[in-house]
């Protein structure tokens, strides 16, 4: 049986060298990390149909197509790199189909739209960004554990759906408040100014034709003014700080941002393989803490 030595010169087999060049490696640079990537488990607790939606920030890779068909008491899990940036939102009202009506969404086309969130007429977003208003999950998410993953809810476009968002820890439990982004205390639509009224038609308890506020604007979408939108001589913190309609949506969604320089809002930084979000999270008025555990 042939033996091998280091020392009186002869080699040893590649497969035997593995481990040591594996060791060597580790001693040289630190220990090896598995780096995996981050799952999104997207939920619909809303007595109806979303459509919820992805688009990725330049330079990073669209997930799930960039939308897709969500039945209300269902999930899906949306898999995204460790370094991902993006927004999700949830679409309300999609007609994909132009012949048969079918909800979870055909091949799209001119004439197919939702009534919110709308990304020309596709179930599949393929990267566009939804037609505002909608309620945006902002993502940046960090490889660097030390770093943290941030996350926020913005209403700086305006409103369609409540949505709650937190980590899931990996030892099971409560997520950590502080990961936690609540959901609404108010239904914004039912108390969006007619100003800011995004409707549709609909279908009375008595059977008769009644307009349904279906989103909110921002005032920014609504009138289109520097000094609703931040920008030009209000561009800074200290020119713009809100008006009656931001502090409309702070009463009702005291997490998420109600304009573009809200201080009272915060985004959540914290890392996690896991992330929740939920789109109808709680009923109106429940304590936003209870989002954790619903």
């Known amino acids: 049986m042939a033996s091998f030595s280091l020392l009186s010169g002869g080699r040893l087999p590649d497969l035997l060298l ?10 040289l640079s630190g220990p090896v990390v598995l780096v995996r990537g981050v799952t999104f488990r997207v ?7 979303v459509w919820p939606a992805a688009a990725p920030n330049s330079g990073h890779p669209v997930l799930a197509d960039g939308g897709f068909y ?15 940036n993006g927004r999700f939102w949830g679409r309300t009202g999609c007609n994909f189909s132009t012949t048969n009506n079918d909800p979870r969404g055909g091949s799209g086309g001119a004439s197919a739209a939702c009534l919110t969130g709308d ?7 393929n990267g566009s960004i939804g037609a505002p208003p909608a309620t945006l999950v902002e993502v940046n998410l960090q490889e660097d554990q030390s770093k943290g993953s941030s996350y926020d809810v913005s209403l ?5 759906l409540p949505v709650a968002v937190w980590t899931k820890p990996a030892s ?8 936690v982004i609540s959901g609404c205390a108010k239904d914004v639509n039912a108390v969006c100014p007619p100003e800011l009224q995004v409707t549709a038609p609909s279908t009375s308890a008595a059977g008769g034709k009644a307009a349904a506020v279906v989103a909110c ?12 939108c931040c920008r030009g001589a209000y561009g800074t913190p200290e020119t713009c700080r809100g008006n009656v309609y931001s502090r409309l949506f702070r009463d009702a969604c005291p ?4 304009y573009p320089y809200d201080t009272a809002a915060a985004a959540a930084r914290c890392y996690a393989q896991d992330y929740v979000v939920t789109f109808c999270p709680s009923r109106w008025g429940d304590e936003p803490d209870r989002v954790a555990q619903i």
């Open 18 to 27: 593995l481990p040591v060049a594996i060791l060597l490696l580790a001693t």
């Open 43 to 49: 939920v619909n607790k809303c007595p109806f149909p």
């Open 70 to 84: 969500l039945p209300t008491g269902q999930s899906r899990h949306v898999k995204a790199p460790p370094t991902w």
């Open 119 to 125: 990304c020309e007429g596709r179930l599949a977003c």
């Open 156 to 160: 700086v476009d305006g409103y369609n």
């Open 172 to 179: 099971g439990g409560g997520a950590d408040r502080k990961c």
């Open 217 to 228: 604007r921002s005032a920014c979408l609504a009138f289109k003014l520097d000094t609703f």
């Open 255 to 258: 997490s998420y941002f109600s």
